[in-house]
């Protein structure tokens, strides 16, 4: 078994289905063995379609995504995709393909410090210089991508290291260890006495708010986040751009931490006390910091990775765990308490709604094109259903969060915190893909569609076909 072998035989032991990939230098040996051992390669038309696949197939299933492409251009057509997985915490590796070692450094076809490229954007990056270090190297990158918060990981593997012989030993443990299927599931309750303090702080609160993230649809949240909103009434919102877990409209939910597309999150100003749920303190949450938040907001942050918990502001309460088992324990211990925070809910309600109201007059003319503030209107029916929902970047985005406001399951997915423009009409591929017995919506301006199109091909050489508004 050459290391090529070993490593597809691998990827399918942890449960990888497909690979999405471009070939060219350097990944024969990967491709053969891709096709002797019956691993499904999904052949695109740019690397950049492949990395955006990949990057979509992790976020959605929540298993890691694999992108294979070749050395050079390859490689860095490639590097959008990885970034956009980085910003978004999504599972994804990305195998590269190279020359081989014995020229490596006198300038041969393609050569380029690849790992070096993708290092900033990746929790794990090698070059695997020989077959004997493959296991090593791979059960490091797979084990980094999966873990904590998720994240995009690299390995460039030179073709002779892929064509030369596993080490027996390596084979032997693949074929004695059982298949396992790689998800980002955390399950780690947090400190029952840091949890007593937050809710006290929540239920003693004059203006409490939520915000959710990333952390929260990896932990398959959206039930206790309901559970607990029922019992709370502390007005909800998701960040902007991130994965969602607001399956259906709840009366707390107040929707995206956006100024421009959502009155509510003046409100957010006024908080004294906000409970940050798998979500990073960014951009979209203006750092934590004024005017966004008073000065004298206090957070309470709950994440898988412990790493996040101080990341740009330092909370009043830090609580290591997975959001789905904090909310459990949270809505335990509140149960002892009241809450009374319905009016300060209908406040935020009321600010969202006012905002809501400027915009509903407009946009409804009869004009070619049509406005984007129309085409959000025309398909919010359609999509109260089980629809898989994509959001391409660019300025469609905005008027889709200020119409489409109610709900953020997590069969909706967007392009992420990057805003990246051409990732829709690919990653609308993988989304079928994932989910392929659900009709698949893509909605993309159309400066982002002409970036990928030519992907529509692979769509129609795939038969997965999806309905693309642009």
């Known amino acids: 078994m050459n290391g090529a072998h070993w490593l597809v035989e691998t990827l399918q032991r942890r449960g990888v289905e497909i690979v999405f990939g471009l070939c060219g230098n350097g990944l024969k040996p990967f491709l053969d ?7 499904r ?3 695109v038309r740019n690397e950049q379609s492949a990395a955006y696949m990949a990057d979509t197939w992790g976020r959605m299933t929540k298993r890691i995504g694999v992108a294979a492409v070749s050395a050079g251009p390859g490689h860095t057509n490639a590097l959008t995709g990885l970034a956009n997985a980085f910003w978004d915490g999504g599972p994804m590796l990305l195998i590269s393909g190279c020359s081989g070692t014995q020229t490596r450094g006198m300038g041969h076809f393609q050569e380029l410090d690849q790992v ?3 290092a900033p954007v990746c929790k794990y990056a090698r070059f695997v210089d020989r077959v004997e270090v493959l296991e090593h190297e791979f059960t490091n990158a797979i084990g980094a991508s999966l873990s904590g918060r998720p994240g995009p990981v690299h390995l460039t593997i030179p073709v002779d290291a892929l064509a030369a012989q596993m080490p027996d030993s390596a084979v032997h443990r693949l074929r004695a260890s059982p298949s396992t299927v790689g998800e980002v599931n955390p399950q780690a309750p947090g400190d029952p006495d840091l949890i007593r303090d937050a809710v006290k702080q929540l239920a003693d609160a004059k203006s409490p708010a939520i915000v959710v993230g990333n952390g929260a649809f990896y932990a398959n949240a959206g039930s206790a986040l309901a559970e607990f909103a029922g019992l709370t009434h502390i007005p909800i919102f998701s960040n902007m751009w991130s994965r969602g877990c607001i399956e259906t409209a709840l009366d707390a939910y107040v929707g ?3 100024g421009e597309v959502n ?5 957010l100003a006024e908080s004294d006390v906000v409970l940050v749920l798998g979500a990073r303190v960014d951009f979209r949450l203006g750092y934590g910091r004024p005017p966004v938040f008073s000065e004298s907001a206090r957070f309470i942050r709950v994440d898988a990775d412990p790493s996040e918990l101080s990341r740009t502001i330092e909370p009043e309460i830090g609580i290591v765990g997975d959001p789905r088992s904090v909310l459990g324990q949270m809505i335990e211990a509140g149960k002892r308490y009241i809450w009374n925070h319905q009016a300060w809910l209908a406040n935020a309600r009321q600010r969202r709604e006012a905002l809501l109201a400027k915009w509903e007059p407009r946009g409804r003319e009869e004009v070619c094109p049509l406005t984007s503030l129309r085409i959000c209107r025309e398909i919010q029916p359609f999509l109260n259903g089980n629809v898989t929902f994509l959001l391409d970047g660019g300025n469609i985005g905005r008027w889709a969060h200020l119409i489409l406001w109610n709900r953020h399951p997590e069969y909706w997915s967007t392009c992420g915190a990057s805003g990246v423009v051409g990732w829709g009409v690919p990653g609308a591929i993988a989304a079928k893909l994932a989910r392929p017995d659900k009709p698949v919506l893509l909605l993309s301006g159309d400066g982002s569609a002409g970036f990928t199109i030519t992907e529509i091909e692979t769509a129609l050489r795939f038969n997965t076909p999806y ?4």
């Open 33 to 39: 063995a891709c096709v002797d051992l019956q691993m």
């Open 256 to 258: 995206v931490t956006s």
């Open 41 to 43: 390669v999904i052949d």
């Open 263 to 267: 009155g509510a999150y003046a409100s």
């Open 467 to 470: 309905t693309a508004v642009v």
């Open 116 to 118: 070096s490229m993708a």
